[in-house]
């Protein structure tokens, strides 16, 4: 069996939404939301990541998009207001933006608390804690109206437009006229503040028309009925007003003993349900659900309840209505997003049924494991009291989540099946869930208490019940369960009957894990006190100590049955498991031999606890996670470091495998989820063809080479970026005697093959000149291809390569020091020819002497 040595991240699940203000465009895909300081833009539909636009290092105080997702406003902290054009496409299912920052503006003197565009997507109202409200033109950034009035921070505020107003071009500007009858008003603005006014704007005059005073505290939601007729307003006083907007007058009051952050009015026809033929009015708060109001019976279509019904969330923050699915979606204190279908299933008042629900951040990411057989979900604690369930397939959508602790849960379990899932948390309380996958069902089997504080570790049967008999047809519940806890204790209970067989005083400290052997003979029990207990199961006795560990053991895990301690030295025991591995504080994870309690092998490379370890490739290697944030894949056999993964920015306290060995998934204190697919066999057979291309191509180039097919063999050896192959054939070109006539190389093919070069051949050509040109042996033959180069590609082309300033400054430099040394030479060339001439003068004057003597002697 080949070990696994190369993973790629398949699939992350990262947060999108920390709180604050949520913004959905009218088709229902595109979703804004505020994460930390920036802002993501996602499919609302697929959870897919379309942009993040970075802020300015100060939390985003509110947002706004527009209608049709044109533009996207954002405020933060500093007083700055950034515009941004998004250039939205829609294709199917799939949705994509272009964002491009248009202005950054000073929009008030204080941070901007709230903001709304109009209908049309021209208009911008913001409203600050200076207690102003300014209107914006979007395209052009510039302010239409300023709007003073309000004594304090303004918190709510609300657009109507006329749909019946209608614009028409005269004399090269825009008017509008209203075309029904004088009832319908026009252009206006509803704005509230913590002064408990509702205050209505006439955009036409920027007058403020009325000051509606009726609310005693904060005023959280405004909203217009479509005819323009009716204004109402909600208040953290539980009161809801309906004014009669063209009168200004207060209609009626509904106490709806609720601390109101959102209200609503639905289109007519929206809700079907007998007896409700007017309008309704929506409305979220402190109650943690979606309550719908008929305003023409003034009574409550949902159920009336004070229940928190929802579990684990602290109420709702805003309410979002979407016309293309017909449905509500509520944002919660919790982040949580969840989809609200206006079809009543009952005629009776019930409340709406969840369609969907999605977590924006899971918080720090305690612990995690697989569901159901064919592992399509996983459970996550999240240092929260709930347990949340996610579809692998689609994890951008919860599958559910596990209400019924009453403090954080901090360990998780699972069967043999996938179908049971035990957990344990800080409120000394142990629980067994059943994960019906068929009917989407997540249902408590039963609870277990007894422990004095938090439980720290919990453990589930791992042998398989024959697949002929009736649990293993059936997926029956485990017969028992291991719990350890900070008060030092292990339980082992009967899960038919809830009740602990025996209680064990285990450790001086407080128990980190435990893990139960394949052959559900041992377990094992890991603490901060450094050592881990290996203990028979049945009679709940210690039968051996591991002792090596310098800090607090963090993680262990029996060996499977595949593999046995003679792998790694250590003698060959019969003991289920045979070996067991431990993660420490002390940055190191061992290997541990059942037989004689030694310790077989320490792995050393984690820089932080190492605080999860599991087992890979039927025993052959160890997976490993630590507080360093990263995920290591060792050789048990070598000891070596086989890979690590890097996807995460905080401590990785989860970690598991999937039952088919193929995905590794880490969960992190960053509220990251990764899952790591093996893809080592991919790789080998891509380098395998990769290594056979290879040697084809070399093959060619020989072929080319040998033919002085100069034309081809240069061109391959640019794709196969070979150095010294391509020196050699310049080298043979530029020596080419006679060069071919108008050749700057020597031969025009080779000339119009570096005319035609792509941008990356043509950075690698640069790259290799470069080298050649330190070199004064090469120096010629790369100053002639460098020419060559430079009468071939404008300055542009040759700016627009990736070749980095510091490589065309080596070739200036070299190349100056190659013109300085020829001009030395030349220099010196011509002392050379004053040398022979004065030789040759003296010569000539040696010459004529001797002729004189000859003259001389001859007389005589």
Known sequence: MSLKTHFRPEKIIQPFYTGGKVALDQSGRILATTLDEDVLVTNFETGEELARLEGDMEPVTTLALTPDASHLIICSRSYSMRIYSLSPTHKENTAHVKPALLRTVKAHTAPVIVAETDPTGTLLATGGADGLVKVWDIKGGFVTHNLRGHGGVISAMKFYRPENVVRNERGGRKSSKVTADSEVIGWRLATGADDAIVRVWDLETSKCIAALESHVSVVRGLDWSRDGRTLVSGSRDQVVCVWDAKGLKLKGTIPVLEELETVGILPTGTVNLEGVEGQVLYMGGKKNRIRLWDLSGGKEITRAEDEDEEGGAEGIVDILYNPSLNSLISIHNDQTLLTHSLELPTPNPTNLPVIRRISGHHDEIIDLQYLTPTSSLIALATNSEDVRILSVDNSFSDAGILYGH???????????????????????????????????????HSRYTGHAESIGAIALPRKAPPAESEAGRKFSAPKFMVTGSQDRTIKMWQVRKSKATYTKKAHDKDINAIDISPDDSMFASASQDRTVKIWSLEEGEVIGVLRGHRRGVWSVKFAPYSITAAVVGGIEGTKGGRMVVTG?????????????????????????????????????????????????????????????????????????????????????????????????????????????AQIEQEQTLQNHIHNADYRAAITLALTLNHPGRLLNLFTAVVKTSPPEEGSISGLLAVDEVIGNLSNEQLSILILRIRDWNTNAKTATVAQRIMHLVFRSYGVQRLLGLKVDLTGWEAILSYTMRHYKKVEELVDESY???????????????????????EISVAVV
């Open 406 to 444: 009453g403090d954080i849960v901090i360990c998780l379990d699972r069967d043999w099946s996938g179908c049971w899932l035990a957990t344990g948390g800080k409120d000394n309380e142990a629980r067994l869930w059943h994960i019906d996958e068929k009917n989407n069902s997540f249902t408590c």
């Open 584 to 692: 420490s504080g002390d940055r190191t994870v061992k290997l541990w031999s059942l037989t004689d309690y030694s310790c077989l092998k320490t792995f050393e490379g984690h820089t932080n606890s190492v605080l999860k370890t599991v087992w890979l490739t039927s025993g052959l290697q160890v997976a490993s996670s630590g507080g360093d944030g990263l995920v290591k894949v060792w050789d048990v056999k070598s000891g070596e470091c086989n890979t690590t993964l890097d996807n995460h920015e905080d401590k990785v306290w989860a970690l598991a495998v999937r039952p088919d060995d193929k995905v590794l998934v880490s969960g992190g204190g960053d509220s990251v989820v990764t899952f790591w697919a093996d893809v080592t066999t991919e790789i080998a057979e891509t380098t395998a063809k990769e290594e056979e």
């Open 831 to 853: 002392l050379v020819d004053y040398t022979l001439r004065e030789m040759e003068e003296m010569m000539e004057e040696d010459v004529d002497g001797m002729d004189g003597i």
